[in-house]
Every structure is written in structure tokens, then in C-alpha cells.
């Protein structure tokens, strides 16, 4: 028995694999962390040697209140200035008092602290810097953000946490990067639970507007809890419950868009680990090409090829698990199925 159902098993994914494709772009075509319409020419710009586009798109993000997609902004060219920094260095000489190259200079600072061996001094050392970029708008709330990451980062008591929280979100009661930047912080070993993550994230979501991203703040919380190999301190379907969440919120987005793109590969990690398959391809195609090293560069080295791998792992996987003649309802199922989960209620 044990060889014929392996048999069954083979047959079932030689037959089905190939069709379980629809839908999911060739894997040349996937790209990692691929920018936007607005952000791609201020990189390539900058790739020349010039600021001027990246100077005018951010900007056009203070002056517009665009603090969702400045947040984004910073911290994309922040990380293209670690390692191609002559640009940057450019720009702040020639405009050593334009608050949005003190902006990315704040967020520059803290990535470069976290890579150093010498971590703990050089984030307290960039204190000033963060101050600096909190003082450059008061109605930017994305300085607290890099504030609410700086507090992580040096390991700062729950009352400066508290402090720099509410500055926040006086700002901006439901920007998504605090919110991110907060559960961080209460994932952290020294100043929460898995528990108290939970209940923060759900709370949030709870009070998000209509299509907003904080509603993905459990999934991330159950992220961060199974990254841990949580045991039975957070009952199951409570994270399943912040996946359904994310599920219906990954619905009201555009099947292959680039904004929810991080949220969606990491509800698929989620899902894998909550043995979700077919809501977990579901995904995959909502994804299209737009892989993000968040979470696979927790994985593995090479980001994109785990997020490759593991696509391949959840198309056989999900094939194996079908019957060999496939009936109407085991074909690919169209948008709002409920997958592999069965009818456990609305999602």
C-alpha cells in the first residue's frame, strides 16, 4: 500500500503540475524588489551619478503628503546609496539643509549601524541624524518611523518606545511603516510576546481604513511568530485567522501590482506554514512577477531563488494533492475560492 499510494502520488504530479502554471509568469520574468513607474528613473538616474530625480520625487512626496509612498521611497534609495553612494554624497553637499536628503541620510545612517560589528555604538551615535530628519516637516511621520527602527535597534526602554510611538501616529494615525516599524519592536526578544504582537496587530487592523495595509500587520506578527518555530503558545487558528485577514485584503488589490507585492509573498510564507496550498498558489498568482526579499532573504542568500523554489515546491505539492481525474470544482479554481482550507466561513 505505502508504494501505491507513492505511485498515485508521482502520477498525480506528472499530470497535474503543468496546468497549475496558468496564470504564473515564466521564471524569467519574475523580478526582485522591481520599483515602481516613479521610483525606477530616480535609481537609474542616480545610477548615473545624478540626484536631481530622486531629490524632485521626494519632494513631490513632502509636499503632497504622500507619506506612504515616501516612506517606501526612503528607504529604497537608502539601500541603493549603501552601495552606490556618490550620488547621495552629491546631493548633500549641495543641499546640506533639504529635508529630504536629510531624510534618506537618517535612514542611510541606521541601515549602515545595524551592518556594523560595532551595531550598539554606532546606532546611539546617529541619534542627532534622526532628530535632524524629524525636524525637517512636522507633518512627516516617516523620521518616526526611522525613529521607531532606531529604538529597535539600540535596544531602547518601553518608554522611549511609548514616546516616539505616539509622536507618530499623532502624524499619521494609520501609516503602515509605523505600524510595521512598532511590531518590530514588540517582537523583539527583550520587550514583548508573541502574544503581545498579536494583539497589537490585531487591534490595528481592527481600526485600519478600507484597503489599507495595517490589515496585514497579524500576518506579519504570525510571521514572526512561526519564524521562531512558535510551539502552542499561539493557538493555531488564530493564525489562521490573520491569513484569512490577509487573504481578503490581498482581494482588493489588482492581481500583479507591485504595492501589496511584499505583503503577499509574505502571506505565502505563512500560508506554507499553515499547509494552506491552494491558497498559497492563489497567491502566487496574485503576486505575478513582483517577488520581494522580504521575507525569502530570511531564507536564504539568494532571495529570489528561494521565492523560485519554493513557487515549484507549491505547484507540485498542490498537484499532488488532487485526484487523477480531475473534476470540474479541482480545476483551477477562478478568484475569491476559498482553496485548501475548505469552508471554514467567509474570508
Do not use: K
Not at 505511485?7 to 498525480?12: D, E, G, M, S
Amino acid at each position: 500500500m505505502p508504494l501505491l499510494r507513492a505511485l498515485i502520488r508521482t502520477v498525480r504530479m506528472a499530470r497535474n503540475t503543468s496546468g497549475l502554471a496558468a496564470g504564473l509568469p515564466d521564471d524569467d520574468e519574475v523580478l526582485l524588489d522591481a520599483p515602481d513607474e516613479r521610483l525606477g528613473p530616480a535609481l537609474v538616474a542616480a545610477g548615473r551619478g545624478d540626484f536631481g530625480a530622486a531629490a524632485a520625487l521626494l519632494r513631490a512626496t513632502r509636499e503632497g503628503a504622500e507619506w506612504e509612498n515616501r516612506d517606501r521611497y526612503t528607504a529604497r534609495l537608502a539601500a541603493f546609496a549603501l552601495s552606490r553612494g556618490e550620488w547621495f554624497d552629491d546631493w548633500r553637499a549641495a543641499a546640506p539643509h533639504d529635508p529630504d536628503a536629510t531624510l534618506v541620510g537618517a535612514e542611510l545612517a541606521l541601515c549602515r549601524g545595524r551592518r556594523s560589528p560595532a551595531r550598539a555604538e554606532l546606532l546611539r551615535r546617529i541619534a542627532p541624524l534622526v532628530s535632524a530628519a524629524a525636524e525637517g516637516d512636522p507633518r512627516d511621520p516617516v523620521p518616526w518611523r526611522i525613529a521607531l527602527d532606531h529604538a529597535r535597534g539600540t535596544d531602547a526602554p518601553r518608554t522611549e518606545f511609548e514616546r516616539v510611538w505616539a509622536q507618530a501616529v499623532r502624524r499619521s494615525p494609520h501609516h503602515y511603516g509605523c505600524h510595521v516599524a512598532a511590531l518590530r519592536y514588540l517582537c523583539a526578544a527583550r520587550h514583548g510576546s508573541h502574544d503581545a504582537c498579536l494583539d497589537f496587530a490585531e487591534r490595528a487592523a481592527r481600526d485600519a481604513l478600507p484597503g489599507s495595509l495595517v490589515q496585514a500587520l497579524p500576518v506579519r506578527a504570525a510571521f514572526a511568530y512561526l519564524m521562531e518555530d512558535g510551539g502552542g503558545a499561539v493557538p493555531r487558528e488564530r493564525l489562521h485567522a490573520a491569513a484569512d485577514l490577509a487573504v481578503a485584503l490581498s482581494r482588493e488589490y489588482p492581481d500583479a501590482d507591485p504595492w501589496p507585492a511584499e505583503a503577499r509573498n509574505l502571506l505565502v510564507y505563512v500560508l506554507i506554514r499553515l499547509d494552506r496550498w491552494e491558497d498559497a498558489l492563489d497567491q502566487l498568482r496574485r503576486i505575478g512577477p513582483y517577488a520581494t526579499s522580504f521575507p525569502w532573504d530570511r531564507l536564504s542568500d539568494d532571495p529570489l531563488g528561494q521565492f523560485l523554489e519554493l513557487r515549484d515546491g507549491i505547484r507540485l505539492q498542490v498537484a499532488s494533492e488532487r485526484p487523477l481525474r480531475a473534476r470540474r470544482r479541482d480545476l483551477p479554481h477562478p478568484r475569491g475560492g476559498h482553496g485548501g482550507r475548505g469552508p471554514r466561513g467567509d474570508h
